[in-house]
């Protein structure tokens, strides 16, 4: 695959420092990889060139096409048409303001540079292409906010707060939308002015390439394009609602083990991080719930397999209330599958099988660990690990009398697929004392 790199430009208008920020697509993943702020269009161009690949779509927040000279674009009145209600209308541009030169400067220079406007980009497409962005109404509309999220004006304590909520939103949210942003921490929010409008102008700049991946990604399918590359445009994310896929009876396989293979294979051609993960949900003595995520080992028609330390607090559990419960979440395909019945342990050929397949190291962790009891430190751990691989070298651990495997054998099997306005698809199956399953729908 050929690499591709989408870059956000928070542009400053009136000679200030624009925000700079630059994501890499791994194939089923964004992830940061550059994260500034620069003043001056000779910097900010070198930046672009050391950052773009061949395959780069560039969000900037600007208005990079303004042929009128009075009045409003066609796109900023669409914006406030659209947005204003969410008080995320555009400031308007015209070629009385001494900014136009400037930034309709940078789009020649970048197109230059061989990107091309993108009010016409297909989902997908190849190539350099650069678009006009609103991070405002973006986050309204990928957040699903009722009103923009203000730090832009203020004092110093609201400026703080509203960019405290936006870093929030942005490593809460980015994460679970399609694409997936990869993003696991984010400067703090500094206390000064001056460095408070720092990280404004770079998170205004990590929200411009991320529409500029929602746009190549989605294409028109899930984008605004107000406007066209002749009079001025922008792209906004529309608010992501489940538009995938359909769950029918008549498409439906009468067997749930039949269906789940075929969503089980959709998720791993997906690329999707980790399909086999699904949560384990069991219930304590006094019947409080827990649940954790595991990983699936095996799954047919006797049920669904994965393995543990039977001492851990789920092994506890499931000694004395054997039924449990299990969901897959494939967010990329708008996917669950809920999955309840009762657990046995696997055979102890089927747990000495698996036990053996896995990395050596594995395999006296296993042996190391006491899951779930508490130690007196990290130090424990790893003392225990040294220990162990003196005591086997040159051996091959053998299981431990307290690690196997669960089978859940399942009762019931819900498929769910998301559908636009909630409207969902549910398609329940239940196993009746014949062993003959029912397939019923259920309301969303």
Not at 399 to 410: A, D, H, I, S, V
Request: a positive charge; aromatic letters at 10%; one cysteine or more.
């Amino acid at each position: 695959m050929r690499p591709m790199r989408f870059l956000g430009i928070d542009f400053g208008w009136e000679n200030k420092p624009s925000g700079l920020a630059a994501l890499e697509w791994n194939g089923h993943s964004l992830h940061l990889v550059a994260f500034d702020r620069l003043a001056e269009i000779k910097d900010i161009l070198r930046w672009v060139d050391q950052h773009s690949t061949a395959d780069t779509v560039i969000g900037v927040d600007a208005p990079l096409v303004i042929p009128n000279r009075t009045g409003m674009r066609g796109a900023d009145k669409l914006a406030h048409s659209h947005y204003g209600r969410y008080h995320a209308g555009c400031y308007p541009a015209s070629r009385e303001r001494s900014f136009w030169k400037r930034t309709t400067g940078l789009a020649a220079q970048l197109k230059k540079r061989g990107f091309a406007h993108g009010d016409q980009l297909a989902a997908r497409a190849v190539g350099r292409h650069q678009i006009e962005v609103h991070p405002h109404a973006a986050t309204v509309q990928l957040f699903g906010l009722d009103r923009i999220v203000k730090y832009k004006k203020g004092t110093l304590a609201a400026r703080r707060a509203g960019l405290e909520r936006l870093r929030g939103l942005l490593l809460e949210r980015l994460p679970r939308l399609t694409p997936r942003l990869a993003l696991d921490t984010l400067p703090e929010i500094p206390e000064s002015g001056p460095a408070l409008k720092d990280l404004e102008d770079r998170l205004d700049a990590l929200i411009a390439a991320y529409v500029a991946a929602h746009f190549w990604y989605w294409g028109q399918e899930r984008n605004h394009v107000l406007g066209a590359a002749a009079d001025g445009y922008i792209v906004v994310p529309h608010r992501q609602d489940y538009a995938r896929a359909e769950l029918l009876e008549s498409e439906a396989a009468p067997d749930p083990f039949v269906q789940f293979e075929r969503w089980f294979a959709d998720a791993r051609a997906a690329a999707i991080p980790e399909p086999n993960a699904m949560t384990l949900a069991t219930v304590d003595a006094t019947g409080q719930p827990n649940a954790r995520i595991v990983l699936l080992k095996g799954a047919d028609k006797r049920g669904f397999v994965f393995y543990t330390n039977y001492e851990s607090q789920k092994g506890c559990e499931l000694a004395s209330n054997p039924n449990a419960a299990l969901v897959f979440y494939w967010p990329a395909l708008e996917r669950q599958v809920r999955i309840t019945g009762a657990v046995k342990k696997a055979s102890q050929a089927e747990s000495d099988a698996y036990f053996h397949s896995r990395p050596r190291l594995s395999q006296l962790g296993a042996w190391v660990s006491k899951q779930s009891a508490v130690i007196d430190g990290r130090q424990q751990l790893e003392e225990g690990m040294q220990q162990l691989e003196r005591d086997y070298a040159g051996r091959t651990p053998p299981l431990p009398p307290f690690w196997g495997g669960y089978r859940l054998t399942p009762v019931t099997i819900e498929f769910w697929q998301g559908r636009p306005s909630r409207l969902h698809d549910r398609l329940l199956y239940t196993r009746g004392k014949n062993g003959v399953w029912k397939r019923e729908r259920l309301s969303p």
